[in-house]
Structure formats: C-alpha cells, structure tokens
C-alpha cells in the first residue's frame, strides 16, 4: 500500500529492506566511482596534444589507474572461477572453493 505513494512508498521501499537487497555494496560503490573518474583521466591522456605535460600533471591519478586495471583483472578471475564452479554440481570440496572465492573478493 504505501509503495504507490510517490512521497513516502520509495523511501520505505529501499529502507524496509526489499530494496536493500537490489543494493550494492558501498565498497563496490565506490570503487566503480573511483574507476570511472580514472577511466576519464585517461581518456582525457589520449585526447590531449601534450601528452608529457599531462602525464606529468596528472602522474598520480595514472598510476592509479594501471594499479585499478590490473586489479579489474584479479576481481574478473576471481569471479569467472566462482562462476565455473556454481555452474557444477555442487560437492563440499565445491562449496568450500566457493567459499574461500566469495571471502577472498570481500578482502
């Protein structure tokens, strides 16, 4: 009843936990905000006419971003294996693989 009320039903949606669950996490969050303002860093390498005096400039926020590419690999592994193994039938040997994936993404 009070999620078709515009002024009250949304919040309440989102803060009475059916919406908590469609939430990400505030780390994910913010390293997919993080991402995206490196990502425009280096699209912005790649437009400019002095690419040295950008590199220069902008030295830190670039070694941040190779940092955060080769780390997106890592998480993309990580989760293709959980994925392979989900896609199995599941065994304890099984479960406990995902078990230490699932807990070696949170770290």
Do not use: H
Not at 4 to 18: T, Y
Not at 73 to 87: C, D, H, P
Not at 89 to 105: C, D, F, K, V, Y
């Amino acid at each position: 009843m009070l999620d078709s009320v515009p002024l009250i039903g949304k919040p309440l949606f989102w803060r009475m936990g059916r919406g908590t669950l469609m939430k990400d996490d505030i780390w994910d969050i913010r390293y997919s905000r993080e991402k995206k303002r490196l990502e425009k860093v280096g699209d912005r390498l790649e437009r400019t006419e002095n690419k040295r005096k950008f590199r220069v400039k902008n030295r830190a926020d670039l070694n941040r971003l190779a940092v955060m590419r080769s780390f997106q690999g890592v998480l993309n592994k990580n989760r293709r294996q959980q994925n392979l193994l989900e896609a199995k039938e599941p065994t304890s040997a099984i479960n406990e693989g995902l078990n230490r994936l699932r807990n070696s993404r949170k770290k």
